[in-house]
Protein backbone atom coordinates (compact mmCIF):
# COMPACT_ATOMS: atom_id res chain seq x y z
CA UNK A 1 0.00 0.00 0.00
CA UNK A 2 1.51 3.43 -0.87
CA UNK A 3 2.49 5.18 2.35
CA UNK A 4 0.01 8.00 1.70
CA UNK A 5 -2.70 5.63 1.84
CA UNK A 6 -2.19 4.95 5.88
CA UNK A 7 -5.02 5.95 7.61
CA UNK A 8 -2.49 6.75 10.52
CA UNK A 9 1.67 6.69 9.57
CA UNK A 10 3.50 6.17 12.78
CA UNK A 11 5.91 9.16 12.25
CA UNK A 12 4.60 12.67 13.31
CA UNK A 13 6.49 13.91 10.49
CA UNK A 14 4.76 12.03 7.48
CA UNK A 15 1.27 12.45 9.58
CA UNK A 16 2.09 16.31 8.94
CA UNK A 17 3.51 16.34 5.62
CA UNK A 18 0.43 14.90 4.97
CA UNK A 19 -2.00 17.44 6.63
CA UNK A 20 -3.24 15.38 9.02
CA UNK A 21 -3.49 15.73 13.05
CA UNK A 22 -0.50 15.58 15.17
CA UNK A 23 -0.03 15.43 18.59
CA UNK A 24 3.16 18.06 18.52
CA UNK A 25 4.16 20.12 15.69
CA UNK A 26 6.96 17.75 14.14
CA UNK A 27 10.84 19.49 14.24
CA UNK A 28 13.94 18.63 11.56
CA UNK A 29 16.71 21.18 11.09
CA UNK A 30 18.40 21.67 7.05
CA UNK A 31 21.61 20.70 7.06
CA UNK A 32 20.82 19.04 10.83
CA UNK A 33 24.34 16.60 10.14
CA UNK A 34 27.26 19.49 9.18
CA UNK A 35 30.09 21.35 10.24
CA UNK A 36 28.41 22.71 13.03
CA UNK A 37 28.47 19.79 14.78
CA UNK A 38 31.41 18.16 16.84
CA UNK A 39 30.44 14.67 16.31
CA UNK A 40 30.29 15.79 12.34
CA UNK A 41 33.71 17.17 12.15
CA UNK A 42 35.34 14.03 13.85
CA UNK A 43 34.12 11.73 11.01
CA UNK A 44 35.08 14.74 8.80
CA UNK A 45 38.63 14.80 9.77
CA UNK A 46 39.43 11.31 8.15
CA UNK A 47 37.04 11.06 5.20
CA UNK A 48 36.62 13.89 2.43
CA UNK A 49 32.64 14.79 2.01
CA UNK A 50 32.44 12.68 -0.86
CA UNK A 51 33.72 9.85 0.45
CA UNK A 52 31.14 10.17 3.35
CA UNK A 53 28.51 10.35 1.19
CA UNK A 54 29.58 7.17 -0.68
CA UNK A 55 30.32 4.86 2.11
CA UNK A 56 26.91 3.82 3.36
CA UNK A 57 27.94 2.61 6.82
CA UNK A 58 29.42 6.38 7.58
CA UNK A 59 26.95 8.26 5.68
CA UNK A 60 24.16 6.28 7.90
CA UNK A 61 26.40 6.78 10.83
CA UNK A 62 26.57 10.62 10.16
CA UNK A 63 22.70 10.74 9.62
CA UNK A 64 21.28 8.69 12.89
CA UNK A 65 24.08 10.72 15.12
CA UNK A 66 22.69 13.86 13.93
CA UNK A 67 18.80 12.89 14.06
CA UNK A 68 19.38 11.64 17.93
CA UNK A 69 21.51 14.52 19.21
CA UNK A 70 19.09 16.62 17.87
CA UNK A 71 16.06 15.00 19.37
CA UNK A 72 14.12 15.90 15.89
CA UNK A 73 11.59 13.80 14.11
CA UNK A 74 12.91 12.88 10.88
CA UNK A 75 16.20 12.22 9.69
CA UNK A 76 17.73 13.52 6.13
CA UNK A 77 20.07 11.04 4.55
CA UNK A 78 23.25 12.77 4.42
CA UNK A 79 24.36 12.66 0.68
CA UNK A 80 24.75 16.03 -1.55
CA UNK A 81 22.63 17.55 -4.79
CA UNK A 82 25.15 16.99 -7.10
CA UNK A 83 26.12 13.48 -6.48
CA UNK A 84 23.73 12.49 -10.08
CA UNK A 85 25.96 14.32 -11.69
CA UNK A 86 29.16 11.39 -11.84
CA UNK A 87 26.47 9.23 -13.37
CA UNK A 88 25.79 11.24 -15.70
CA UNK A 89 29.30 11.93 -16.97
CA UNK A 90 29.73 15.16 -15.59
CA UNK A 91 33.01 15.44 -12.97
CA UNK A 92 33.28 17.90 -10.24
CA UNK A 93 34.68 18.41 -6.58
CA UNK A 94 34.34 20.73 -3.71
CA UNK A 95 37.09 22.47 -3.75
CA UNK A 96 37.79 23.66 0.13
CA UNK A 97 36.45 27.50 0.81
CA UNK A 98 35.19 27.36 -2.58
CA UNK A 99 32.08 25.00 -2.38
CA UNK A 100 31.17 22.90 -5.83
CA UNK A 101 33.31 23.18 -9.13
CA UNK A 102 32.09 21.11 -12.48
CA UNK A 103 35.87 21.27 -14.49
CA UNK A 104 33.68 21.14 -17.74
CA UNK A 105 30.97 23.10 -17.27
CA UNK A 106 27.64 22.50 -19.86
CA UNK A 107 27.07 24.85 -22.58
CA UNK A 108 26.80 23.33 -25.70
CA UNK A 109 23.93 21.19 -26.88
CA UNK A 110 26.43 18.82 -27.65
CA UNK A 111 27.44 18.72 -23.77
CA UNK A 112 23.90 17.91 -23.17
CA UNK A 113 23.27 15.27 -25.86
CA UNK A 114 26.70 13.53 -24.23
CA UNK A 115 25.08 13.43 -20.49
CA UNK A 116 23.86 10.55 -20.20
CA UNK A 117 20.53 9.45 -18.41
CA UNK A 118 20.92 5.57 -18.20
CA UNK A 119 23.24 4.88 -14.57
CA UNK A 120 21.29 5.39 -11.81
CA UNK A 121 22.22 2.29 -10.54
CA UNK A 122 25.68 4.28 -10.26
CA UNK A 123 23.94 5.95 -6.95
CA UNK A 124 23.38 2.55 -5.30
CA UNK A 125 24.89 3.39 -2.51
CA UNK A 126 22.38 6.48 -1.67
CA UNK A 127 19.70 3.18 -1.05
CA UNK A 128 22.36 1.55 1.00
CA UNK A 129 22.54 4.34 3.35
CA UNK A 130 18.75 4.86 3.43
CA UNK A 131 18.16 1.04 4.21
CA UNK A 132 20.69 1.47 6.82
CA UNK A 133 18.96 4.42 8.64
CA UNK A 134 15.99 2.56 8.49
CA UNK A 135 16.84 -0.40 9.91
CA UNK A 136 18.24 1.47 12.67
CA UNK A 137 14.85 3.54 12.95
CA UNK A 138 12.50 0.37 12.55
CA UNK A 139 11.03 0.64 16.12
CA UNK A 140 9.15 3.39 17.75
CA UNK A 141 11.35 5.38 19.70
CA UNK A 142 11.63 5.39 23.34
CA UNK A 143 9.59 7.63 25.35
CA UNK A 144 11.20 10.79 26.18
CA UNK A 145 11.36 14.50 27.03
CA UNK A 146 9.01 15.61 23.65
CA UNK A 147 8.45 12.33 22.62
CA UNK A 148 5.18 10.40 22.39
CA UNK A 149 5.49 6.60 23.53
CA UNK A 150 5.16 4.89 19.50
CA UNK A 151 6.37 7.51 17.56
CA UNK A 152 9.07 6.92 14.66
CA UNK A 153 11.16 8.84 12.96
CA UNK A 154 10.64 9.83 9.20
CA UNK A 155 13.15 9.64 7.00
CA UNK A 156 13.96 12.26 4.34
CA UNK A 157 15.19 11.08 1.07
CA UNK A 158 16.32 14.41 -1.52
CA UNK A 159 17.15 15.30 -4.65
CA UNK A 160 17.97 19.10 -6.37
CA UNK A 161 15.38 20.77 -8.44
CA UNK A 162 15.84 20.50 -12.23
CA UNK A 163 17.01 24.53 -12.00
CA UNK A 164 18.99 24.51 -9.55
CA UNK A 165 20.95 21.70 -10.43
CA UNK A 166 21.16 23.15 -14.15
CA UNK A 167 22.35 26.13 -12.44
CA UNK A 168 25.40 24.04 -10.87
CA UNK A 169 25.66 22.56 -14.49
CA UNK A 170 26.28 25.22 -16.81
CA UNK A 171 27.82 27.90 -14.09
CA UNK A 172 30.76 25.35 -12.56
CA UNK A 173 29.83 26.09 -9.22
CA UNK A 174 27.68 28.51 -7.07
CA UNK A 175 26.71 31.76 -9.05
CA UNK A 176 25.95 35.22 -8.24
CA UNK A 177 24.07 36.50 -11.03
CA UNK A 178 23.16 32.54 -12.99
CA UNK A 179 24.69 34.90 -16.18
CA UNK A 180 25.26 30.81 -18.25
CA UNK A 181 22.41 29.33 -16.74
CA UNK A 182 19.94 32.20 -17.72
CA UNK A 183 21.41 32.53 -21.33
CA UNK A 184 20.79 28.80 -21.95
CA UNK A 185 17.27 29.07 -20.72
CA UNK A 186 16.23 32.52 -22.51
CA UNK A 187 18.05 30.85 -26.06
CA UNK A 188 15.37 28.25 -25.72
CA UNK A 189 12.94 31.28 -24.97
CA UNK A 190 13.94 32.97 -28.21
CA UNK A 191 11.76 29.98 -30.71
CA UNK A 192 9.51 28.98 -27.64
CA UNK A 193 8.41 33.18 -27.80
CA UNK A 194 8.32 33.09 -31.67
CA UNK A 195 6.21 29.49 -32.00
CA UNK A 196 3.87 30.83 -28.79
CA UNK A 197 3.13 33.37 -30.70
CA UNK A 198 2.43 31.37 -33.83
CA UNK A 199 0.86 28.81 -32.76
CA UNK A 200 0.48 27.56 -29.29
CA UNK A 201 0.42 28.45 -25.33
CA UNK A 202 2.02 25.18 -24.50
CA UNK A 203 4.63 25.62 -22.18
CA UNK A 204 8.78 25.30 -23.77
CA UNK A 205 9.52 21.77 -21.86
CA UNK A 206 6.78 20.35 -23.89
CA UNK A 207 8.81 21.20 -27.27
CA UNK A 208 11.04 18.35 -26.37
CA UNK A 209 14.07 18.24 -28.75
CA UNK A 210 13.06 15.44 -30.52
CA UNK A 211 10.30 17.86 -32.17
CA UNK A 212 11.41 19.15 -36.16
CA UNK A 213 13.26 21.81 -36.02
CA UNK A 214 12.43 25.52 -37.86
CA UNK A 215 15.17 26.03 -40.37
CA UNK A 216 15.93 29.49 -38.11
CA UNK A 217 16.44 27.08 -34.91
CA UNK A 218 19.74 26.63 -33.36
CA UNK A 219 20.32 23.59 -31.52
CA UNK A 220 21.54 26.03 -28.77
CA UNK A 221 18.20 26.85 -28.37
CA UNK A 222 17.22 23.02 -27.77
CA UNK A 223 19.92 22.90 -25.19
CA UNK A 224 17.89 24.35 -22.26
CA UNK A 225 14.77 21.89 -22.72
CA UNK A 226 16.99 18.84 -23.49
CA UNK A 227 18.78 19.31 -20.07
CA UNK A 228 15.54 19.52 -18.40
CA UNK A 229 13.91 16.62 -20.04
CA UNK A 230 17.37 14.62 -18.77
CA UNK A 231 17.26 16.03 -15.51
CA UNK A 232 13.98 15.05 -14.79
CA UNK A 233 14.97 11.26 -15.99
CA UNK A 234 17.76 11.19 -13.95
CA UNK A 235 15.79 12.70 -11.07
CA UNK A 236 13.01 10.58 -11.07
CA UNK A 237 15.21 6.89 -11.00
CA UNK A 238 17.23 8.59 -8.03
CA UNK A 239 14.02 9.34 -5.84
CA UNK A 240 12.67 6.16 -6.97
CA UNK A 241 15.70 4.40 -5.50
CA UNK A 242 15.63 6.14 -2.63
CA UNK A 243 11.47 5.61 -1.94
CA UNK A 244 12.30 1.77 -2.50
CA UNK A 245 14.94 1.68 0.03
CA UNK A 246 12.88 2.93 2.84
CA UNK A 247 12.48 6.94 2.44
CA UNK A 248 9.52 7.94 3.57
CA UNK A 249 9.22 11.23 1.94
CA UNK A 250 11.11 12.85 -0.84
CA UNK A 251 12.48 17.11 -0.72
CA UNK A 252 13.12 18.50 -3.43
CA UNK A 253 16.03 21.17 -3.16
CA UNK A 254 14.91 24.16 -5.73
CA UNK A 255 17.60 26.23 -3.10
CA UNK A 256 18.39 28.95 -6.13
CA UNK A 257 14.48 29.43 -7.68
CA UNK A 258 14.72 32.82 -6.00
CA UNK A 259 17.05 33.91 -8.81
CA UNK A 260 14.24 33.79 -10.90
CA UNK A 261 11.53 36.37 -11.30
CA UNK A 262 7.68 34.92 -11.89
CA UNK A 263 7.60 34.98 -15.54
CA UNK A 264 11.04 32.94 -16.11
CA UNK A 265 10.20 30.36 -13.35
CA UNK A 266 6.93 29.81 -15.07
CA UNK A 267 8.64 29.73 -18.44
CA UNK A 268 11.22 27.60 -18.27
CA UNK A 269 11.06 25.85 -15.10
CA UNK A 270 7.60 24.87 -13.65
CA UNK A 271 6.92 22.06 -16.09
CA UNK A 272 9.64 19.89 -15.37
CA UNK A 273 9.76 20.45 -11.84
CA UNK A 274 6.02 19.76 -11.76
CA UNK A 275 6.88 16.45 -13.39
CA UNK A 276 9.65 15.43 -11.41
CA UNK A 277 7.02 16.54 -8.59
CA UNK A 278 4.62 14.38 -10.12
CA UNK A 279 6.71 11.23 -10.06
CA UNK A 280 7.73 11.52 -6.92
CA UNK A 281 4.11 11.24 -5.48
CA UNK A 282 3.31 8.50 -7.89
CA UNK A 283 5.60 6.48 -6.13
CA UNK A 284 3.49 7.01 -2.77
CA UNK A 285 5.30 9.19 -0.39
CA UNK A 286 4.99 13.17 0.00
CA UNK A 287 7.29 15.51 -1.78
CA UNK A 288 8.50 18.30 0.11
CA UNK A 289 9.41 21.31 -2.30
CA UNK A 290 11.89 23.96 -1.24
CA UNK A 291 14.13 27.07 -2.09
CA UNK A 292 15.32 30.58 -0.59
CA UNK A 293 13.82 33.73 -1.55
CA UNK A 294 10.86 32.96 -2.63
CA UNK A 295 8.39 34.78 -1.22
CA UNK A 296 7.01 36.09 -5.13
CA UNK A 297 7.44 32.54 -6.50
CA UNK A 298 5.36 30.35 -3.15
CA UNK A 299 1.99 30.72 -5.40
CA UNK A 300 3.72 29.39 -8.76
CA UNK A 301 6.29 26.62 -6.96
CA UNK A 302 2.52 25.70 -5.36
CA UNK A 303 1.87 24.24 -8.92
CA UNK A 304 4.16 21.96 -9.48
CA UNK A 305 1.68 19.44 -6.88
CA UNK A 306 3.87 19.86 -3.72
CA UNK A 307 2.57 18.24 -0.75
CA UNK A 308 4.80 20.73 1.38
CA UNK A 309 6.42 24.17 0.52
CA UNK A 310 9.56 25.40 1.91
CA UNK A 311 9.31 28.71 3.55
CA UNK A 312 12.39 30.69 4.13
CA UNK A 313 12.80 33.34 6.95
CA UNK A 314 11.74 36.41 4.95
CA UNK A 315 7.96 36.02 4.84
CA UNK A 316 6.32 35.73 8.00
CA UNK A 317 4.90 31.72 8.54
CA UNK A 318 1.28 33.08 8.18
CA UNK A 319 1.78 35.37 5.25
CA UNK A 320 3.47 32.38 3.53
CA UNK A 321 0.94 29.88 3.91
CA UNK A 322 -1.75 32.52 2.85
CA UNK A 323 0.28 32.83 -0.48
CA UNK A 324 0.82 28.89 -0.96
CA UNK A 325 -3.31 28.17 0.36
CA UNK A 326 -4.50 25.42 2.52
CA UNK A 327 -4.33 22.78 0.10
CA UNK A 328 -0.61 22.34 1.31
CA UNK A 329 1.39 22.05 4.04
CA UNK A 330 4.57 23.83 5.20
CA UNK A 331 7.66 23.66 6.53
CA UNK A 332 9.60 26.24 8.15
CA UNK A 333 10.77 29.14 8.93
CA UNK A 334 13.58 30.12 11.51
CA UNK A 335 16.03 32.11 10.08
CA UNK A 336 19.36 29.73 11.11
CA UNK A 337 21.52 33.05 12.09
CA UNK A 338 18.85 33.36 15.03
CA UNK A 339 20.28 30.40 16.74
CA UNK A 340 23.39 32.32 17.27
CA UNK A 341 20.92 34.86 19.32
CA UNK A 342 20.41 34.99 23.16
CA UNK A 343 17.66 32.16 24.87
CA UNK A 344 15.03 34.82 25.05
CA UNK A 345 15.35 35.95 21.80
CA UNK A 346 15.33 32.75 20.51
CA UNK A 347 12.45 31.36 22.77
CA UNK A 348 10.24 34.24 21.17
CA UNK A 349 11.08 33.77 17.43
CA UNK A 350 10.20 29.82 18.12
CA UNK A 351 7.05 30.98 19.64
CA UNK A 352 6.39 33.49 17.11
CA UNK A 353 6.80 31.16 14.58
CA UNK A 354 4.07 28.60 16.02
CA UNK A 355 1.99 31.25 16.78
CA UNK A 356 1.59 32.06 13.17
CA UNK A 357 0.91 28.55 12.28
CA UNK A 358 -2.04 28.29 14.97
CA UNK A 359 -1.94 24.08 15.25
CA UNK A 360 -3.13 24.39 12.10
CA UNK A 361 -2.56 20.60 10.75
CA UNK A 362 0.07 20.67 8.31
CA UNK A 363 3.18 22.89 9.90
CA UNK A 364 6.39 21.19 10.16
CA UNK A 365 8.69 23.28 12.03
CA UNK A 366 12.07 23.80 10.16
CA UNK A 367 14.66 26.34 9.25
CA UNK A 368 14.46 29.11 6.11
CA UNK A 369 17.83 27.60 5.25
CA UNK A 370 20.44 25.59 6.32
CA UNK A 371 21.89 25.36 9.37
CA UNK A 372 25.71 27.48 9.14
CA UNK A 373 28.99 26.10 10.91
CA UNK A 374 29.40 28.09 14.12
CA UNK A 375 25.89 27.20 15.30
CA UNK A 376 25.82 26.69 18.57
CA UNK A 377 24.96 22.70 19.52
CA UNK A 378 23.08 23.45 22.20
CA UNK A 379 20.66 25.62 20.82
CA UNK A 380 19.61 23.55 18.32
CA UNK A 381 18.72 21.37 20.54
CA UNK A 382 17.06 23.65 22.67
CA UNK A 383 14.68 24.67 19.54
CA UNK A 384 13.73 21.22 19.25
CA UNK A 385 12.44 20.59 22.50
CA UNK A 386 11.11 24.15 22.75
CA UNK A 387 8.76 23.17 19.38
CA UNK A 388 7.92 19.82 21.28
CA UNK A 389 6.59 21.99 24.66
CA UNK A 390 5.38 24.86 23.36
CA UNK A 391 3.47 22.77 20.64
CA UNK A 392 2.17 20.24 22.70
CA UNK A 393 -2.04 19.72 21.50
O1 LIG B 1 22.05 17.11 7.17
C1 LIG B 1 21.75 17.41 6.00
O2 LIG B 1 21.07 18.42 5.72
C2 LIG B 1 22.12 16.44 4.87
C3 LIG B 1 23.24 16.74 4.11
C4 LIG B 1 23.25 17.66 2.90
C5 LIG B 1 24.48 18.03 2.32
N1 LIG B 1 24.19 18.72 1.17
C6 LIG B 1 25.83 17.68 2.80
C7 LIG B 1 26.86 18.72 2.65
C8 LIG B 1 22.22 18.17 2.12
C9 LIG B 1 20.72 18.11 2.32
C10 LIG B 1 22.85 18.85 1.02
C11 LIG B 1 22.08 19.47 -0.09
C12 LIG B 1 22.77 20.49 -0.89
N2 LIG B 1 24.00 20.41 -1.46
C13 LIG B 1 22.19 21.70 -1.30
C14 LIG B 1 20.78 22.12 -1.02
C15 LIG B 1 20.64 22.60 0.35
C16 LIG B 1 20.73 24.08 0.49
O3 LIG B 1 21.56 24.52 1.26
O4 LIG B 1 19.94 24.77 -0.16
C17 LIG B 1 23.15 22.38 -2.08
C18 LIG B 1 22.96 23.75 -2.69
C19 LIG B 1 24.28 21.54 -2.18
C20 LIG B 1 25.52 21.78 -2.93
C21 LIG B 1 26.61 22.03 -1.98
N3 LIG B 1 27.18 21.07 -1.17
C22 LIG B 1 27.26 23.27 -1.72
C23 LIG B 1 26.92 24.60 -2.38
C24 LIG B 1 28.24 23.00 -0.75
C25 LIG B 1 29.29 23.92 -0.21
C26 LIG B 1 28.68 24.86 0.76
C27 LIG B 1 29.56 25.06 1.96
O5 LIG B 1 28.98 25.38 2.99
O6 LIG B 1 30.77 24.89 1.86
C28 LIG B 1 28.15 21.63 -0.38
C29 LIG B 1 28.96 20.94 0.61
C30 LIG B 1 28.24 20.18 1.68
N4 LIG B 1 27.24 19.30 1.46
C31 LIG B 1 28.53 20.21 3.08
C32 LIG B 1 27.66 19.29 3.69
C33 LIG B 1 27.59 18.92 5.14
C34 LIG B 1 29.56 21.06 3.78
C35 LIG B 1 30.93 20.78 3.35
C36 LIG B 1 31.76 19.74 4.06
O7 LIG B 1 31.37 19.00 4.97
O8 LIG B 1 32.90 19.69 3.64
Redo the contacts with the bound molecule.
Sequence with gaps: MPKTDHPQNSSRFVRACLRQPVDRTPVW???????YMPE?MAV?KHH??LE??RTPEIAAE??IT?AERLGVDAA???????LPFTPMGLDFE?V?????VVNTPIRTYEQVQALRTDRSEDLIYVSQSIEKVAKHFASPRPPEAGQTDGDQLGIIG?C?APF?LAS?MIEG??SRNYIEAKKMMYASGATTESRHSERSSEPPYLHSSTEPQSPMETTGSAAWPLLMEKLVTVLTAFAAQQVEAGADVI?V?D??AGALSVEDYRQFCLAPTKQLVENIRNMGVPAIY???DTASLLPTMTETGADVLGLDWRIPLDEGWKSVGTAHAIQGNLDPIALFAPQEVLHARVKTILQQAANRPGHIFNLG?????GTPVENVIQVARWVHELSAR
Design positions: FLRQAGRYRTLICVTAIIFADLLFAGEGPFGTYGSQFSWFGVHGIVP
